[in-house]
């Protein structure tokens, strides 16, 4: 039989201690990372509400003119809607008043499709107007040139407009008498 103290040879420092590794392998121990003598600072939050605004950099104090005309055209805009929108739920009162100023002979007769297409009118006005708002506030938020959005919102908007009103009014007999009187 053989020794029971005898153990087997060991192989490749499997029973070396870690300082018999570490003299072996010569290289040294990774050094642990300096913890450092005080705890990181936390920003201090502002006082008071106008300080929470997004600091003012170069870019975006050289936007400000834009955005005061991109606001100013969008409250115009809004105006705009307000009146617009009820004249166009009244759409034979509102083209009557247009008749008397052009000089029309005869009050609007097709009043049927007036309403119907004075209420998508003023649902496309609110709709254009909804949509140049998102389209201009997106525009500021991302510090862009925003101006024109809502001047091409309105001329985009009021040529779906036209079209709309030009429906009922290319069948209404007083407008066509107008305009075949004054063609020639």
């Given at each position: ?57 170069p ?17 115009i ?66 510090n ?14 009021y ?26």
């Open positions: 039989m053989s020794d029971p103290d005898a153990r087997p040879r060991p192989q490749y420092g499997e029973y070396a201690s870690e300082s018999e590794q570490r003299a072996h392998i010569r290289e040294p121990l990774a050094e642990p990372a300096p913890t450092p003598l005080h705890p990181p600072v936390a920003p201090v939050p502002p006082v008071s509400s106008y300080e929470m605004a997004a600091p003012v950099g870019a975006r104090a050289a936007r400000q003119p834009d955005r005061i005309v991109t606001i100013v055209l969008l409250a805009g809004a105006l705009n809607v307000v009146t617009s929108f009820f004249s166009f739920l009244d759409f034979a009162t509102m083209v009557d008043r247009s008749y008397a100023m052009m000089g029309v002979d005869g009050s609007f007769s097709n009043v049927a499709a007036g309403k119907t297409w004075g209420l998508i009118s003023a649902l496309v006005l609110v709709a254009g107007y909804v949509v140049t708002v998102v389209i201009a506030r997106a525009r500021m938020k991302a862009k040139l925003a101006w024109f959005i809502p001047i091409g919102g309105a001329v985009v908007t040529v779906v407009l036209m079209a709309c009103i030009s429906v009922p009014l290319m069948s209404d007999p007083a407008f066509i008498e107008y305009v075949t009187s004054n063609s020639s």
